[in-house]
């Protein structure tokens, strides 16, 4: 049971990348799914997640309208789509499922206790 992140790489500010998730071992059916990063010295946050059904999503104030994420679990497929990339964007980003749906005063929020993660895709944004 575990989850392969992909996709990461080297870009210049204002640039695209495309990060996969997939899963192996286990259907993503089930799962919500957060997209978080880590940069150097800084705590690891939530960037965005996309719950069990697809419905609902979450993201953070620094990547509203330019990532957006995605599913597909007939391929137990999850995309983060990254545009207009910043260097503040520069971190190890990990996917990580979890096999339920948090909401916060009706608002979905990323997986808080995640029980499968993914090794970390290096994202580097040069100015």
């Known amino acids: 049971v575990q989850l392969q992140a992909s996709g990461g790489g080297f870009v210049q500010a204002g640039g695209s990348l495309r990060l996969s998730c997939a899963a192996s071992?286990?259907?993503?059916?089930?799962?919500?799914i957060g997209w978080f990063r880590q940069a150097p010295g800084k705590e690891r946050e939530g960037v965005s997640c996309?719950?069990?059904?697809?419905?609902?999503?979450y993201y953070a104030d620094s990547v509203k309208g330019r990532f957006t994420i995605s599913r597909d679990n007939a391929n137990d497929m999850v995309y983060l789509q990254m545009n207009s990339l910043k260097p503040e964007d520069t971190a190890v980003y990990y996917c990580?499922?979890?096999?339920?749906?948090?909401?916060?005063?009706?608002?979905?929020?990323?997986?808080?206790?995640?029980?499968?993660w993914g090794q970390g895709t290096l994202v580097t944004v040069s100015s």
């Open positions: 071992g286990f259907t993503l059916d089930y799962y919500g």
């Open positions: 996309i719950s069990v059904s697809g419905y609902s999503t």
């Open positions: 990580a499922a979890e096999s339920r749906d948090t909401y916060y005063s009706g608002s979905y929020v990323c997986p808080v206790t995640p029980t499968v």
